[in-house]
């Protein structure tokens, strides 16, 4: 009997990471290890790296740093002992003097021996613990993810790094919407609560269907609340304002997916 190819454990964050490496899941993580931490990816070269920790520290709810790489290193054993940056992530963009150039599966090519890789938290790790707090997430039940936009809030400048604050929405009743606060606010790791509840032009977004990157639930349905939380993509966004030579990160939503389980007893 043959074995399907996308035949894996997806509760298990190794097996995934296998799926991914292997090209047997291409798919969006916001729905595999859910019992995990997820990160963002940032990797710049190590001339930068210092500024960068400072940046992600001066704008921690947005860039909470769960791990730094050696320089040249792909692996991180603080997160998760077989882990390789350049392919687990089942999707990279590749910046040079800020312009995104490619979107490859597999970054080993482009992967340099100076480049410092940073995993930053995500808002996909709490959203197993939302729903285990009675939250409805609608778009999980649409098999989607939340949507991000660039807000007109300016993040705290460090060197060459600034740029506008970057926000994930999750579109909630006004009571997940109180509830989902008290239970974000206990994990900043995760970005802590949100910046914004129902009022998108006081973060300057002047139309929810024009999201980052132009995916994501963006559709509003009656009594449901935008809610608005700090995004890992406000990196992207620095690395673009600073020009660097050289910027790797992941690509939309396929996250960094680590061994380090979420919170005993939340979920």
């Known amino acids: ?147 991000m936009y660039v807000t007109d809030r300016d993040t705290v400048p460090v060197g060459p790094f600034c740029g506008k604050l970057v926000v994930s929405m999750r579109a909630l009743t006004p009571a997940d919407a109180i509830r989902a606060t008290l239970v974000s606010a206990r994990y900043p790791q995760f970005h802590g609560p949100p910046v914004s509840l129902g009022l998108p032009a006081d973060l300057g977004i002047a139309d929810l269907a024009e999201s980052y990157g132009g995916h994501g639930l963006t559709r509003l349905q009656p009594g449901e609340l935008p809610v608005f939380w700090p995004c890992g993509a406000t990196g992207q966004i620095a690395a673009r304002e600073a020009q660097l030579p050289i910027c790797i990160t992941h690509h939309k939503a396929h996250m960094i997916v680590t061994d380090l389980p979420l919170p005993a007893g939340d979920i």
């Open 1 to 147: 009997m043959t074995v399907p190819a996308d035949n894996f454990d997806r509760d298990d964050p190794r097996a995934v990471r296998r799926a991914i490496r292997d090209g047997r899941f291409t798919g969006f993580t916001n729905q595999v290890a859910r019992g995990y931490v997820q990160g963002n990816l940032v990797a710049v070269p190590a001339e930068h790296a210092a500024a960068f920790e400072a940046y992600c520290r001066a704008n921690a709810a947005a860039l909470p740093i769960l791990g730094i790489s050696a320089p040249g290193e792909r692996t991180l054993p603080a997160i998760a002992e077989d882990i390789d940056l350049a392919r687990d992530a089942g999707g990279y963009t590749v910046f040079r003097d800020g312009v995104p150039v490619e979107t490859p599966r597999d970054a080993r090519a482009v992967w340099r021996d100076d480049l410092v890789a940073f995993v930053l938290g995500c808002s996909f790790s709490f959203e197993a613990i939302l729903q285990a707090n009675g939250v409805r997430l609608r778009h999980l039940d649409e098999n989607d993810v939340s949507a």
